[in-house]
C-alpha cells in the first residue's frame, strides 16, 4: 500500500496519519480529529486498504479464510460515501499496478450499497465486495436485519470506518450508537474476533470520548495534526442598508442570500473556485440563479460570450441520484466554478483546489462554521472564508464580536446511548435480528436489563428459556426512525410532463412547497400548483415571478397531562407531563429578489401539524413577577431570553444537543393561567430530557441564572440569551428582565 500512495504523489505520510495506521495495525480503535482537508482520509483508508489486500493475497494463496478481509465503511451522507469510493478505488487500482502482474486480478472490489444502489446490484455488493460504503440509515434497516445474507461479510469483518462521527450527536447519535452495538453483536455471532473500529472527526473536544460512546468500547485519541496549512484570510461581513423602508420605517438590510450571490458572481468573474452555504435549498437555489443571471447579462463586468453562467450551480438534498453525481464530478473535475450549496457538501466530498467560501448566515454552531471554513484552500494554498451575517441579532453579535467565533473552542459531540426511549427500539431490533441473552446485557450497558421487563408487559418481547424474543409481526427496524425525519418525503412533479424534479423532507413540505410557493431547482423557476398530502405529491409549473416566497406559521402548546408539580416557591411551580406541541402554516409572503421587500401576504389553509411529547415548565405568579419589578412590557423578552437560556443549559444535565428539545414561553398560557416557559423534547412520545430537566430544575435554572449575568454583554448575545434556532429571530429578548425573573424564580 505505501507504494500505491507514492504512486498518487504521496511521499510519505503525515504524523497523525501515520499514527492511526499504527493503530490500526496493532488492533486499537482510535478516532483522528484533525482539521478539514488535513488528509484524515488516507488516515484510515491506508492501512484498511492495506488489511483487505493481504486478506484478498491470502485467498488467492488458498489460505482457508472464505471470502478475504472485508471492512465496512459508514458516512452520514450518500455524497460523502462516493466520494470515499473514488478515492478507495484510486488507490486499490495503484497497489494493483505496483504489485506483481497477477494482482489486478485479484484486487479487493470496493462497492456502494445504499438507497441509490439499484437491486440487481445489491446482491453482488453482498456477494463480492470486500469494502462497502454505506450509511447508518441503510445498515439499520437493510444490513443487520438480512444479516444471515451477510454472514460471510459479517464473519470476515476486519475494520469498521466511521466517517465525520461528530455528526452523530444528540438522538441520531444516540441511536447509531445502538446501530453499532448491534453490528458488533453480530460480527460476534458469526465468529468475528470484533472489527477494529477507526474514526474520522473534524476538530471537536474531547472526541475520544465521544467516539468511545458511539462504539463502546476503548479509543485511542490522535489530535496532533501534522499537515501543512496555508494561510486563511477570515472575513466578517455585514450586508449594508437599504433605501427601502420596513416595519416601522426602520432601514432595511440586503439579504444575506443577496449578498451571497453577488459576491459569488465575481468570484466567478475572476476564476475564484467558490463554494456558497446556504442555511436553506431555496437559498441555494436562489444563489445560484441570481449568479447565472448576473454573468450572462454581463453584469458582473465579464462578457457573456466566456459562458461563465454556464459554470455555476446549485447542489442539495431532494436531487435525484444521477444529478447529484454529475454535479460532484463536474466539481471535483473544475468544470464548475461556482456552486451554492446547503450543509449538504459541508461533509464530504473531498474537493481540491477551491479558493473561496462563502457562508450566508452563521451554520449554528463553531465546528460547523470551520467545518465549512475548511472547504477551501487544500494543498498549502491560501483561501478566502467570508461568514455574511443575516439580518438576525445572532449574526449580528458575532460580525461585530470576533471573540465570540475565533476565541472559543468548538463545541461538545453530546449523545446519550443509555436513554430508555432510544435503547428500548434497539433492544426490539436485536431481538428480530437474534434472541437476546444475559451475554448481551454487558454490550448495551446496565440501562437494558432494566428495559427488558417493560418491554416484556408490552408484549414487544416474549421471554424462554434461551432469551428474549422479538413477539410481533412486523420488522422492528422499520418502526425506528433514526433520523427522525418524520415520514415519506413528498415527491416533486412538473405538472405539464409528469417528470419527477426531485423530493421534499415531508417536515419541510408545509413551507417549502406549498400552493403558490415559488419552488426552484436547478436554477429553474417553478410554481406550485398543488400539495397534495395524501399523495405527498407537490404538482408545479414553470414561471419566472419576480420574487420569492416566505411561509408563516404560529406555534402553540397545551398541556395535555401533568405529571409531577413541585412548588420553587411563593408563586412560583415547576411541571413536568405531556404536552401537545401544534405548528400550523398559516400564510406566506412574497418578498422582492435582492432587496427583501415584503410585496404582500396571502392565506393558506393547511392542516395543522401536531407532536406529542414530553415537556418541563415553570409559572410566575402576578404578584410574583411585581416583586420582581418586571413590567409588563418586558413580560415577553424576559420569558423569551430565560427560556434560550434555559435550552443552552439543559445539555449540561440531560446529556441531550440543543437541536433535541425546544421551547415555548407564553405571558399568560391558557392551560396554566400564568406566565409559563416550556421546554419540549423534539421527538414523538418524548426522549427523556425534559424529566431529566424537571428532576435537575433547581441545579438547572440556576446555572442558566448564573450564565446570564457571567456573560459580559449588555443586552444579551449567542453566550446568553440568544438561539442559533430561534424561528422569531431572536425577538423580542430582554436580558435584565430575563435575570430579575430567574432570579426571583429561585429565590
Not at 34 to 39: F, L, N, R
Amino acid at each position: 500500500m505505501l507504494s500505491a500512495i507514492r504512486e498518487l504523489g504521496v511521499p510519505r505520510p503525515w504524523i497523525h496519519q501515520a499514527a492511526m495506521a499504527e493503530a490500526a495495525l496493532a488492533g486499537e480503535s482510535a478516532v483522528v480529529a484533525t482539521g478539514t482537508a488535513s488528509g484524515k482520509s488516507l488516515a484510515y483508508l491506508a492501512p484498511v486498504l492495506n488489511g483487505l489486500l493481504d486478506g484478498a493475497a491470502g485467498t488467492a494463496r488458498g489460505k482457508p479464510n472464505g471470502r478475504g478481509a472485508t471492512a465496512l465503511y459508514l458516512a452520514p451522507t450518500k455524497a460523502l460515501a462516493a466520494d470515499q469510493l473514488r478515492t478507495a478505488e484510486s488507490l486499490l487500482k495503484a497497489a494493483a499496478a505496483a504489485g506483481p502482474e497477477d494482482a489486478a486480478a485479484s484486487r479487493p472490489r470496493a462497492a456502494l450499497y445504499d438507497g441509490d444502489t439499484p437491486f440487481e446490484e445489491r446482491d453482488w455488493v453482498r456477494r463480492f465486495a470486500s469494502l462497502v460504503l454505506t450509511n447508518p440509515d441503510m445498515l439499520h434497516q437493510g444490513i443487520l436485519p438480512g444479516h444471515a445474507r451477510w454472514a460471510p461479510f459479517l464473519r470476515a469483518l476486519r475494520y469498521v470506518v466511521v466517517d465525520e462521527c461528530h455528526t452523530y450527536r444528540g438522538v441520531f447519535g444516540s441511536h447509531v450508537a445502538q446501530v453499532l452495538r448491534r453490528l458488533r453483536r453480530l460480527c460476534r455471532k458469526y465468529g468475528s474476533d470484533g472489527p477494529v473500529f477507526l474514526l474520522a472527526s473534524a476538530t471537536a473536544s474531547e472526541p475520544a470520548a465521544a467516539a468511545e460512546l458511539l462504539t463502546g468500547l476503548p479509543v485511542t485519541e490522535i489530535t496532533e495534526d501534522g499537515s501543512p496549512r496555508g494561510e486563511t484570510v477570515f472575513a466578517l461581513w455585514e450586508p449594508p442598508l437599504t433605501e427601502t423602508a420596513g416595519e416601522h420605517g426602520a432601514p432595511v438590510r440586503r439579504t444575506a442570500t443577496a449578498e451571497a450571490a453577488e459576491l459569488l458572481t465575481d468570484l466567478v468573474a475572476d476564476e475564484v473556485r467558490t463554494i456558497a452555504f446556504t442555511r436553506s435549498r431555496r437559498g441555494a437555489e436562489l444563489v445560484s440563479m441570481v449568479a447565472r443571471e448576473r454573468l450572462a447579462s454581463g453584469a458582473a463586468g465579464v462578457p457573456p460570450a466566456l459562458g461563465l453562467d454556464r459554470r455555476v450551480g446549485s447542489y442539495r438534498g431532494g436531487y435525484l441520484a444521477e444529478e447529484r453525481r454529475a454535479i460532484e464530478r463536474a466539481l471535483l473535475e473544475g468544470r464548475l466554478l461556482g456552486l451554492a450549496t446547503t450543509t449538504a457538501l459541508e461533509l464530504g466530498v473531498d474537493i481540491s483546489g477551491l479558493d473561496a467560501v462563502l457562508m450566508a448566515g452563521f451554520p449554528g454552531t463553531r465546528a460547523s462554521l470551520w467545518q465549512q471554513a475548511g472547504r477551501a484552500g487544500r494543498e498549502q494554498q491560501g483561501s478566502l472564508a467570508v461568514l455574511i451575517a443575516r439580518d438576525d441579532p445572532l449574526d449580528t453579535f458575532l460580525v461585530h464580536h470576533p471573540d465570540a467565533l475565533f476565541g472559543r473552542p468548538v463545541e461538545h459531540t453530546v449523545l446519550d446511548p443509555a436513554n430508555p426511549h432510544v435503547l428500548a427500539p434497539h433492544l426490539c431490533a436485536a431481538a428480530a435480528e437474534l434472541p437476546l441473552t444475559e451475554a448481551d446485557m454487558e454490550l448495551f450497558g446496565p440501562s437494558a436489563r432494566l428495559l427488558l421487563p417493560q418491554l416484556e408487559q408490552r408484549k414487544l418481547l416474549r421471554r424462554r428459556a434461551s432469551g428474549w424474543f422479538w413477539a410481533r409481526r412486523e420488522r422492528p427496524a422499520d418502526l425506528v426512525d433514526i433520523r427522525g425525519s418524520g415520514g415519506a418525503p413528498v415527491k416533486v412533479v412538473e405538472a405539464d410532463t409528469g417528470r419527477l424534479l426531485g423530493t421534499v423532507d415531508a417536515g419541510a413540505a408545509h413551507t417549502s412547497v406549498h400552493e403558490g410557493a415559488v419552488h426552484l431547482h436547478q436554477g429553474r423557476t417553478y410554481l406550485v400548483r398543488e400539495l397534495d398530502l395524501e399523495s405527498d405529491c407537490a404538482l408545479v409549473e414553470r414561471a419566472d415571478p419576480p420574487y420569492s416566497t416566505v411561509a408563516r406559521d404560529t406555534t402553540a402548546i397545551s398541556v395535555l397531562d401533568t405529571e409531577a408539580e413541585v412548588k420553587l416557591g411563593d408563586g412560583v411551580r415547576l411541571c413536568f407531563g405531556s404536552v401537545e406541541v401544534t405548528n400550523q402554516v398559516v400564510s406566506y409572503l412574497r418578498r422582492r429578489l435582492i432587496t427583501g421587500e415584503v410585496l404582500g401576504e396571502r392565506p393558506l389553509h393547511l392542516p395543522p401539524r401536531t407532536l406529542r411529547t414530553r415537556a418541563v415548565w415553570w409559572t410566575v405568579t402576578d404578584d410574583r413577577l411585581e416583586a420582581a419589578d418586571i413590567l409588563p412590557e418586558e413580560l415577553p423578552g424576559a420569558l423569551h431570553a430565560a427560556e434560550h437560556a434555559s435550552i443552552g443549559l439543559l445539555p449540561l444535565f440531560a446529556t441531550c444537543d440543543r437541536w433535541d428539545i425546544g421551547g415555548v414561553s407564553v405571558p399568560l398560557h391558557p392551560d396554566t393561567g400564568a406566565a409559563t416557559v416550556f421546554v419540549h423534547d423534539g421527538h414523538p412520545g418524548g426522549a427523556g430530557f425534559a424529566e431529566r430537566g424537571f428532576r435537575a430544575a433547581r441545579e438547572w435554572l440556576t446555572a442558566t441564572r448564573d450564565a446570564i449575568a457571567a456573560c459580559e454583554c449588555e443586552h444579551g448575545c449567542p453566550s446568553c440569551v440568544q438561539s442559533p434556532k430561534c424561528g422569531n429571530g431572536n425577538d423580542p429578548l430582554d436580558k435584565p428582565a430575563s435575570l430579575r425573573l430567574l432570579t426571583a424564580l429561585l429565590a
